[in-house]
Nanobody
Framework: QVQLVESGGGLVQAGGSLRLSCAAS????????MGWFRQAPGKEREFVAH????????YYADSVKGRFSISRDNAKNMVYLQMNSLKPEDTAVYYC?????????????????WGQGTQVTVSS
């Protein structure tokens, strides 16, 4: 099993930056692909970015491409989401998720473990 704990959310002005972190428990972190998703009030959970087990492959939603960057440190059991040029529409609860597969997925149903989420609020 993997337990995930997100941190780093907060309130930021439009155009600002935040770095989200996700700490994973367990010795098998490197066997999981990791993803970031977000959910705004009244909306469905949506894909943000994913990264493969070895960090060799990353993929981003069009809405965040060029602004967000996903990375991982398998030695520290950590995954990160660097968010730059934030917009009010980025406001949501952000979740990290683990998938027991080499590569990530855009489909949240294909992830096996989820964190509790961290709130990101971008003011205009």
């Amino acid at each position: 099993q993997v337990q995930l704990v997100e941190s780093g959310g907060g309130l930021v002005q439009a155009g600002g930056s935040l770095r989200l972190s996700c700490a994973a428990s367990g010795r098998t972190f490197s066997t999981y692909a990791m993803g970031w998703f977000r959910q705004a009030p009244g909306k469905e959970r949506e894909f943000v970015a994913h990264i493969s087990r070895t960090a060799g492959t990353t993929y981003y939603a069009d809405s965040v491409k060029g602004r967000f960057s996903i990375s991982r440190d398998n030695a520290k059991n950590m995954v990160y989401l660097q968010m730059n040029s934030l917009k009010p529409e980025d406001t949501a609860v952000y979740y990290c998720a683990a998938r027991s597969w080499y590569s990530g997925s855009l489909n949240p149903n294909e992830y096996h473990y989820w964190g509790q989420g961290t709130q990101v609020t971008v003011s205009s």
